[in-house]
């Protein structure tokens, strides 16, 4: 199963918004809704930030959201702060009884 | 609350099997499944595994399935992951990590996670 295929980088100043697009294929994001988004911080371990697409767990701030359409699903990060700053990996249910990262998104914040 | 903890960093020569426990607790793992992650240093995360928590349902991502083996004991609220026949760019940090809810497929959604337990891969 290939990797999604998410952006190396992407940047924004603090109080910007920012996406972070994930893209699949029919077999994996445009099929199911199943579709998470994770933030790692260096040597830290990865943090769940949106699961089923859109849903946030306990705790997480209403500043992150996700979405989808058709094959590539984003996470949207809005009022950017220093803090966010981390790398992201998008993941999803692929259907052949297996779930596939993206390759991770480093975000700076300027 | 919820905690997953896992066993202490292992040096292995190649050729070797490697078992990692997780052991949780603030929740049983009959209720929610465990993924696996691996991510070797430097690099992007690895699923490599799901054992469900409701009829010990696995799953296994292709590339490890020959070599990789999740177990779960439910009378100490441990899983378990074994893999063998290691070779050098197995040398990663592996995580277990709970279900946010119950699935009936490898949804990859995991909320809480171990601390990681590194495993070298060195002769």
């Known amino acids: 199963q290939s990797a999604l295929t998410q952006p190396a980088s992407v940047s924004g100043s603090p109080g910007q918004s920012i996406t972070i697009s994930c893209t699949g294929t029919?077999?994996?994001?445009?099929?199911?809704?199943?579709v998470s988004w994770y933030q790692q911080h260096p040597g830290k371990v990865p943090k769940l930030m949106i699961y089923d697409v859109s849903s946030r767990p306990s705790g997480v701030s209403h500043r992150f959201s996700g979405s989808k359409s058709g094959n590539t699903a984003s996470l949207t990060i809005s009022g950017l702060r220093a803090e966010d700053e981390a790398d992201y990996y998008c993941?999803?249910?692929?259907?052949?009884?297996?779930?596939?990262f993206g390759g991770g998104t480093k975000l700076t914040v300027l | 609350q919820v905690q997953l903890e896992q066993s202490g960093g292992e040096v292995k020569k190649p050729g070797a099997s490697v078992k990692v426990s997780c052991k949780a607790s603030g929740y049983t793992l009959n209720n929610l499944g465990i993924s696996w992650v691996r991510q070797a240093p430097g690099q992007g995360l690895e699923w490599m595994g799901w054992?469900?928590?409701?009829?010990?349902?696995?799953a296994y991502a292709q590339k490890f399935q020959d070599r990789f083996t999740m177990t779960t004991d439910i009378s100490t609220n441990t899983a378990y992951m074994e893999l063998r026949s290691l070779r050098f760019d197995d040398t990663a940090v592996y995580y277990c990590?709970?279900?946010?809810?119950?699935?009936?497929?490898?949804?990859?959604?995991?909320?809480?996670w171990g601390q990681g337990t590194l495993v070298t891969v060195s002769s």
């Open positions: 054992i469900s928590g409701y009829n010990l349902k696995t």
């Open positions: 990590a709970k279900e946010v809810r119950y699935y009936d497929f490898w949804s990859g959604s995991n909320d809480f």
């Open positions: 993941s999803s249910y692929t259907g052949s009884s297996s779930a596939v």
């Open positions: 029919g077999s994996d994001i445009g099929n199911y809704n199943s």
